[in-house]
């Protein structure tokens, strides 16, 4: 379900156990129930829900204790935030914490931008979550979920998402524009409603004033009897291996005859040329072997041998462990030297020769290391592509990338750079490689050949090479509305002539949806109708 917040004069809502609380503590300030200043709502889970009621205000340093530890995912933190003067650093919005700043879950503000971020034992990961102003009332929602997820929206905007280290354990203190260090505002924030919720549809149906859209579907453009049609390959239940829909696509990278219409008009498409049929895929990485497997513990060129799939120009240090983190496979490598030293070509992989722009990226951390002052790593494109940037290299683990804009055939070669007085050694660990098409970075997909990949949680489209598969649709007039997704992004073409025949529904080399209606959409209309097809390409 979409999430939007709406200002009311809430200053801090909480979820406790119930019947365990009389009183809240915001800064110096305690409210209670006597007061009319804290309201309980049930939630028949053995929760209450807190309300704390005082008007709005600037409450640049308020510190609310959270009774109820948040102990795992799902967690949910809405806000409605106004920024009161521009940040000459690092502004913290909210923050939930166990009492430290080495576990908490933050939201703050840097360089005009909203990030997100998350610290688990001291290592911290963030992610930008988009742009605010000065004097503007900003909606903010941010989802931890179970998956390992973090889901984070900006004003009713498509959700930006990254993955998770961990979740943090023993959460049981919100604070209000500050750290546990203490406040780090610069001029303050102006705050509407704050929730934390462990349960996102209870915590709905519990508090007045936040609420819950009902996610928007195409579906509701077809409600007065429009013409048209709604393709969904996100929905393996509408796609077929033949144009008769008696055998059902059961699972990726199967190839698909027919896909069926969701308007309620009843027209699908089909394509009854078994070459020219797509295929139902969920590909992202495009890389093969991500997991890093096939390496071999010693010195390179003297029996060590690197990942299959990855090569050296000149070998240059020595494999001295793989395995699997977290789930993703990893192999380490050993470097030494004297004073300053650059690997120019530590790592090559296998040639790129997919559609551009496209985005290589890899997480990376130094095992271990001594004698070093400092290191880096950047991604170089080879082939006159250029070397990115320095960026830090460290025992925290982080992710590079480097955006490919240019097409044709190339590689990328991993750079490490060392600064140090004298004798040094350093390991560092490499895992999670990717290669996809566009200019940013996705949530990592594991994929061990061009078949076998992770597909759970990855958006499906139908995968064309020069295919065709077509909808016969009646006269839709003068004045039609068409809208797909494709890896170029989405289009809405409105005032469209759609005579009665055949209408193409693939529309580039991956189609993640696609509509057509006979009547111009209104404003509200094509922006969720842009906003429903951007979330099925997950371009965020």
Request: glycine residues 10%.
């Amino acid at each position: 379900m979409a999430i939007s917040a709406v200002r009311q004069d809430v200053a801090a809502i909480l979820t406790c156990a119930r019947d365990s609380v009389a009183s809240v503590t915001v800064d110096a300030a305690t409210y209670d129930f006597a007061a009319n200043e804290l309201v309980r709502y049930p939630r028949g889970d053995g929760l209450h829900v807190l309300r704390i009621e005082p008007e709005n205000g600037a409450r640049a340093a308020d510190r609310a204790t959270v009774p109820s530890p948040v102990a795992a995912p799902p967690v949910q933190i809405t806000a409605t935030v106004r920024l009161l003067a521009d940040q000459a650093g690092v502004a913290t919005v909210l923050q939930i914490d166990n009492g430290t700043d080495t576990d908490r879950l933050r939201l703050f503000v840097s360089g005009g931008d909203l990030v997100a971020g998350v610290t688990v034992d001291g290592a911290s990961i963030a992610m930008v979550v988009g742009a605010v102003s000065v004097g503007v009332d900003h909606e903010i929602a941010v989802q931890y979920l179970a998956d390992g997820r973090v889901l984070a929206s900006l004003d009713g905007g498509a959700a930006r998402e990254f993955d998770l280290i961990d979740m943090p354990a023993g959460l049981n203190t919100l604070r209000i524009g500050a750290t546990a260090a203490g406040v780090d505002v610069a001029g303050g924030f102006e705050f509407g409603p704050i929730a934390v919720s462990p349960d996102p549809v209870a915590f709905a149906d519990a508090v007045a004033g936040l609420v819950f859209v009902e996610e928007f579907t195409p579906a509701s453009l077809f409600a007065n009897g429009e013409k048209g049609a709604w393709y969904d390959p996100s929905d393996m239940a509408t796609l077929f291996k033949d144009t008769g829909a008696a055998a059902p696509i059961t699972d990726v990278e199967q190839i698909a005859a027919r896909i069926d219409d969701k308007s309620g008009n009843v027209q699908s498409a089909t394509q009854a040329t078994l070459s020219a049929r797509p295929t139902l895929s969920a590909r992202l990485n495009l890389k093969t072997n991500s997991d890093l497997t096939g390496s071999v513990n010693g010195v390179l060129g003297s029996g060590g041998s690197l990942p299959t799939g990855w090569s050296q120009f000149t070998p240059v240090g020595e494999v001295v462990g793989s395995g699997v983190e977290a789930g993703l496979g990893y192999f380490d490598l050993r470097l030494t030297g004297s004073g300053d030293k650059t690997f120019l070509n530590l790592l090559v992989s296998s040639s790129i020769n997919a559609d551009f722009p496209a985005v290589v990226s890899v997480s990376s951390y130094i095992v271990e290391s001594t004698g070093i002052t400092s290191a880096s790593l950047k991604l170089d494109g080879s082939f006159g592509g250029g070397i990115q940037a320095d960026t830090v290299l460290t025992d925290v683990k982080k992710r590079f990338s480097r955006i490919k804009e240019a097409s044709g055939f190339g590689q990328y070669r991993w750079v490490v750079s060392v600064v140090a007085p004298a004798s040094w050694s350093m390991t560092i660990r490499l895992l999670a490689v990717q290669q996809e098409i566009g200019t940013s970075v996705s949530r990592y997909q594991r994929a061990t050949t061009l078949t076998d990949y992770d597909a759970v949680g990855f958006p499906q489209y139908l995968a064309s090479d020069a295919d065709s598969m077509t909808a016969t649709m009646p006269d839709l007039g003068a004045d039609a509305t068409l809208a797909y997704a494709t890896d170029a992004g989405t289009a809405l073409l409105t005032g469209q002539t759609i005579g009665a025949g055949g209408v193409e529904v693939l529309r580039g080399a991956r189609t993640y949806g696609f509509v057509v209606v006979d009547r111009a959409l209104t404003e509200s209309e094509a922006i969720d109708l842009t906003a429903y097809l951007d979330a099925k390409r997950r371009a965020e």
